[in-house]
């Protein structure tokens, strides 16, 4: 079955950028989705990337795909306190009937003042 | 453009009752999709409703079933409450065969003591 994995914890100093990984094992994903959870919150849809792009920019985010390695990252540029925040990537399904997505365990980022 | 709510914010249930959580989809979208989320895990897809007919579902027991509406709401019955049932609860709509994304409601907090 689909499987999504993810680091749990990063700590990033203020400014800087924060890289989150995640590699994912479904080939047929076509679509590729970063969402933020804030405590106590539901999901927010941060970005996502069709799955036969490599690269896609927008304003601080930017993700970059590598299909062959199966791997996803989001890099957040001049890292703010209000980007704490659990970080999950998730992967979409082609199938129409079973456009479930596949979360990973999520990234907990940690901004040091 | 209204967003996605569900109703109620937290419930306490105990254990072997049943209980009937629900949600609005945002306006335009015909899909509703139904996660559960237990602590510092990531969601898990229990099933996805399309056109009022359940069109997808994962590994949970048929004692969760749902129903969606002609306004495309949608309800998420849970029977016989299990201790593990405790979970974050999240729907998520969205427009079928559009990969622009699932949009996440905040939430119902479910305990079962």
């Known amino acids: 079955g689909e499987d999504v994995e993810q680091s749990l914890f990063l700590s990033v100093r203020e400014g800087d950028s924060s890289v989150i990984n995640c590699t994912y094992t479904?080939?047929?994903?076509?679509?590729l989705y970063w969402y933020k959870q804030e405590p106590g919150a539901g999901l927010q849809l941060l970005t996502y990337?069709?799955?036969?792009?490599d690269m896609k920019q927008d304003q601080r985010l930017t993700v970059l795909l590598n299909k062959k390695d199966k791997h996803l990252s989001l890099r957040i540029a001049d890292t703010q306190t209000g980007d704490s925040a659990i970080y999950f990537c998730?992967?979409?399904?082609?199938?129409?009937?079973?456009?479930?997505?596949?979360f990973g365990t999520g990234t907990r980022l940690t901004i040091i003042p | 453009e209204t967003g996605v709510t569900q109703s109620p914010t937290h419930l306490i249930k105990t254990r072997g009752q049943q209980v009937t959580l629900r949600c609005s989809s945002q306006?335009?979208?015909?899909?509703v999709s139904w996660y559960q989320q237990a602590l510092g895990q990531g969601p898990q897809f229990i099933f996805q409703?399309?056109?009022?007919?359940?069109?997808g579902r994962g590994n949970f027991p048929p004692r969760f079933s749902g129903l969606q509406f002609p306004n495309y709401s949608s309800e998420l019955n849970v029977n016989a409450l299990e201790l593990d049932d405790s979970a974050l609860y999240l729907c998520?709509?969205?427009?079928?065969?559009?990969?622009?994304?699932?949009?996440f409601g905040p939430g119902t907090r479910l305990t079962v003591l």
């Open positions: 998730a992967d979409w399904g082609a199938n129409f009937g079973n456009e479930k997505l596949t």
């Open positions: 479904d080939s047929s994903s076509t679509y």
């Open positions: 409703y399309y056109r009022e007919e359940e069109n």
């Open positions: 306006s335009g979208h015909n899909t």
């Open positions: 990337i069709f799955s036969n792009m």
């Open positions: 998520a709509s969205s427009l079928a065969g559009l990969a622009g994304g699932q949009f």
